[in-house]
């Protein structure tokens, strides 16, 4: 049945020689264009993140949530004043609040407040509901307590709205919404040492209060536009992609057939977006500064029949299936290794990752009828430099007269007058300007000031570089919690990762309420392991720092070997939490009154 056929997700550790290989000089001639094309997108660039700003200034507007049908009035929550308080506070609202609150629920914590600047939960599914939002995780596996929610996804890839509409029934069946705040956002987490707890204000006045604070506020939360210059001065309606103006283009963007769009950025939600536009709008410019790996999209219905035969614990079953071929791949892998120089693994890895993206290139050839437009399409990195893309329309779209690429080979956009983008001279009048330029990146505590024992400021302590345990506890910071932050595991399915963490943020809590702990803190010593441990498995090869600069790889930036995820292995993340669960003693300290 399709459904039982794995997805088929191009890992880049493979170490396997091929017998029908073309000659080392081939492989090294591509090594050498991708170096070519990194270095020449690293000239034009100022450091790092410096090409992007906020949504804000002459460009706040943007920021306006437009799915929100009213501001909704509430007077302020004053905890501090009236002497109330919340067990478990969530800052944000997304899956990862969801799944902990669940866990939280099933051991019995009654008292569990979200705090969440959108109008509703949902997090990532909350903003982006620009046309043809979907996820390129498998369905079964991306929407989380599927068991829990007694609930089979309509489709082998999910689409937006049904997986905005899980978060929401999840969060009715789990009655967060009871106490949640919503169109609220959290400015500062500070701790009282004297009352051991966390106190919290909002952009709305609130003065909360909590025994425990839980860090939800996701790995791609704020939007970012690319720093243009003139951007401020144009004349047409533009938005994020992030908060998609369907007042504008019309539910199903039928408002659009007189509209010349131009769409700047060509990542992951422009690839699902560019498809919508081609076929509605009455033309579309595509400016492009690095294309984006664009493979198949197997994708179907999922039949009655296989639903009916998943019996209670599916989810759980296939997870568990996941891991262990996760151990089982490590495994070979170490085999397979044990017999060759390191060298020789490196040159077997980046030949075999050449071989998938010229597959990658073919198909671009073979789908593209302009040659100037095939041959500007073709990403020239290693796959995985960059977030992966799946779709079978997004190439075509590129058949149709309407649509216009405008290769800025790596440069970038770098002039928007009033009418619209001006690259190489030419201005390109659109009436609708929409910047798929992305997201800030995994940062604790956006909008956020958090501050802990000490009157300690989690930036401060992180200013030599970033400290935790796990990627969730950071000592100095008592009952605190971070998920989806750096220093965990990096998955391409998020939600394995997060309802690890939830589990053990849920299995944390448990274990202070069970020994009537007032405060669980992590030692010095487990912090300094973990840092020990994310240092040792990271800049094990140079592939960062040889990639095309992106969100992966800091755009290009120098980093410290500390400040990125754990690279270790998701089966080694979820051992090392087992191990640190069976042995709390010797990796936190506690209070008690
Ligand atoms: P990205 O950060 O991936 O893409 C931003 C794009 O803007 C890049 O193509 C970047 O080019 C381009 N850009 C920046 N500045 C300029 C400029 N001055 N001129 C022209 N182009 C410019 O953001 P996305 O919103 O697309 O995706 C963010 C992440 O969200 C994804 O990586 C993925 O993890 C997730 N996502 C997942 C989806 C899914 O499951 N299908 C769908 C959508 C998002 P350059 O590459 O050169 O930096």
């Known amino acids: 049945m399709a459904e039982e056929k794995q997805d088929k997700f191009v890992m880049d550790f493979d170490v396997t020689e091929r017998a029908d290989r073309p000659p080392q000089e081939y492989y090294d001639d591509i090594k050498a264009k991708f170096a070519e094309e990194r270095d020449l997108r690293l000239e034009y660039r100022p450091p790092g993140t410096e090409n992007y700003r906020d949504l804000d200034g002459a460009m706040v507007d943007l920021a306006r949530d437009p799915y929100a049908d009213d501001w909704v009035e509430r007077a302020p929550i004053d905890d501090v004043a009236n002497g109330g308080e919340v067990e478990v506070l969530f800052i944000g609202g997304g899956f990862s609040a969801l799944l902990t609150s669940a866990r939280l629920r099933e051991k019995g914590v009654e008292s569990i407040r979200i705090v969440e600047r959108g109008a509703d939960v949902g997090g990532t599914w909350y903003w982006n509901r620009y046309p043809g939002v979907a996820c390129d995780v498998v369905a079964y596996d991306y929407l989380p307590l599927l068991d829990e929610m007694n609930y089979v996804p309509t489709r082998h890839y999910a689409q937006g709205p049904e997986i905005f509409a899980h978060c929401q029934t999840i969060a009715e069946k789990y009655d967060l919404y009871d106490l949640a705040v919503f169109q609220t956002t959290v400015t500062s987490t500070v701790w009282d040492s004297e009352a051991q707890r966390w106190n919290i204000t909002t952009d709305r006045g609130d003065t909360m209060r909590a025994k425990f604070v839980v860090c939800a506020n996701g790995t791609l939360a704020k939007p970012r536009l690319a720093r243009i210059d003139g951007m401020e001065t144009y004349l047409g309606h533009s938005f994020h992609t992030s908060r998609w103006d369907y007042g504008f283009t019309g539910a199903d963007l039928e408002n659009l057939s007189d509209v010349r769009v131009g769409i700047i950025g060509t990542g992951a939600s422009a690839v699902q977006i560019i498809p919508n536009l081609a076929k509605t709008a009455k033309s579309v410019h595509v400016f492009q500064r690095t294309p984006s790996s664009i493979d198949i999209r197997d994708d179907w219905e999922t039949s009655a029949e296989w639903a009916a035969k998943q019996g209670d614990g599916w989810q759980a079953r296939r997870r568990a299936k996941i891991v262990s071929k996760l151990r089982e791949q490590a495994e070979r892998r170490s085999q397979l290794r044990g017999g060759i120089t390191r060298d020789e693994k490196i040159r077997r890895q980046e030949n075999n990752n050449i071989d998938a993206m010229m597959r990658i290139h073919k198909r671009i050839d073979d789908t593209v009828e302009d040659p100037a437009t095939a041959e500007s399409l073709k990403p020239w990195y290693m796959l995985m430099c960059k977030r992966p893309c799946f779709h079978n329309e ?200």
Request: proline residues 3%; hydrophobic residues 30%.
């Open 394 to 593: 997004y190439l075509p779209a590129f058949n149709r007269p309407n649509v216009h690429l405008i290769d800025t080979h790596g440069q970038g956009v770098t002039e928007i007058g009033e009418r619209g983008p001006i690259f190489d001279g030419v201005e390109y009048a659109v009436d609708l300007l929409i910047y798929a330029t992305g997201f800030e990146v995994q940062q604790t505590g956006i909008y956020n000031r958090i501050v802990g024992d000490n009157d300690l400021d989690l930036n401060d302590k992180y200013d030599s570089g970033i400290r935790t345990m796990l990627g969730i506890h950071t000592a100095g910071f008592p009952n605190m919690f971070i998920m989806g932050g750096y220093q965990a595991s990096f998955q391409f399915n998020l939600t394995d990762l997060l309802q690890v963490q939830g589990d053990h943020i849920a299995n944390c809590i448990e274990h202070a309420r069970a020994h009537d702990y007032d405060t669980i803190d992590v030692t010095s010593e487990s912090e300094d392991w973990w840092v020990h441990e994310v240092i040792a498995h990271r800049g094990k090869t140079t592939r960062n720092q040889e990639c095309t600069p992106g969100y992966y790889n800091f755009e290009g930036q120098e980093n410290r070997r500390q400040d990125g995820n754990y690279n270790g292995g998701f089966p080694a993340y979820i051992d090392h939490i087992a191990d640190i669960e069976a042995d709390m003693d010797t990796h936190f300290v506690y209070t008690k009154d």
